[in-house]
């Protein structure tokens, strides 16, 4: 199995231009999470969806973001428009679950963002 | 919302002797805790979860105890060798939340 795929690996732009990150799940599963990841808050969750559908976004911190998954096999986090402090790791994930979240995660490679 | 606090943010240690990290959670709903693994540049990997309904778990040189009254669990590495060198981050589950915590950068000097 190919694990999550994420791209691109690295994104540099200059703010107020939009982000779009990529994300596709392992073959099988169901639940897909975006996190964020910096040095200062840690790894946040943004959202999960479960069979596409989004389950918690209460982690998403503003407007400026938003994702979708149109299918089981492809989601996007997309920033618009971008800020400095939106700098950070972003890290897709996914597991085989019913929609809790109590199943094992499989994280990507991540998209380092960096905003200028 | 849950909280997951975890302890020390920081430990170095000596290549073959033992690494305990301590993680608090506060909700007493939270029934699955997963450790992950992250090494510097790399992704986050699962090395050992456990769940409410079990109060150690053990996988080769690595270990889990859960202490669900107190609302604590913590990760034990035995005989540590210079590859166990990363952070390690708690998390706490409570159905459809996932909490994680703050990190251990974990060290092991040859």
């Known amino acids: 199995d190919a694990g999550v795929i994420q791209s691109p690996r690295h994104e540099v732009t200059e703010m107020g231009q939009e982000v779009t990150l990529r994300c596709k799940p392992i073959?099988?599963?169901?639940?897909l999470f975006w996190y964020r990841q910096t040095m200062m808050r840690g790894l946040e969750l943004l959202i999960y969806f479960n069979n596409n559908v989004p389950i918690d976004d209460s982690g998403m911190p503003e407007d400026r973001f938003s994702a979708k998954m149109p299918n089981a096999s492809f989601s996007t986090l997309k920033i618009q428009p971008s800020e400095p402090r939106d700098s950070a790791v972003y890290f897709c994930?996914?597991?085989?679950?019913?929609?809790?979240?109590?199943?094992?995660?499989?994280f990507g490679d991540g998209t380092r963002l960096s905003i200028l | 919302g849950e909280n997951v606090e975890q302890h020390p943010s920081t430990l170095s240690v000596q290549e073959g002797d033992s690494a305990v990290i301590k993680c608090t959670y506060s909700d007493s709903a939270s029934n699955y805790f997963p450790w992950y693994k992250q090494e510097l540049g790399k992704r986050p990997q699962l090395i050992i979860d456990i769940r409410s309904n079990v109060g150690e778990k053990k996988d080769q040189r690595i270990a889990v105890t859960l202490n669900k009254t107190a609302k604590h669990f913590s990760l034990h590495i035995t005989e540590t060798q210079p590859e166990d060198s990363a952070v390690y981050f708690c998390?706490?589950?409570?159905?459809?939340?996932?909490?994680f915590g703050a990190g251990t950068t974990v060290t092991v000097r040859a």
């Open positions: 994930a996914s597991s085989y679950g019913t929609g809790l979240v109590d199943q094992p995660q499989h």
């Open positions: 073959s099988g599963h169901n639940s």
């Open positions: 998390a706490a589950v409570n159905d459809y939340k996932l909490s």
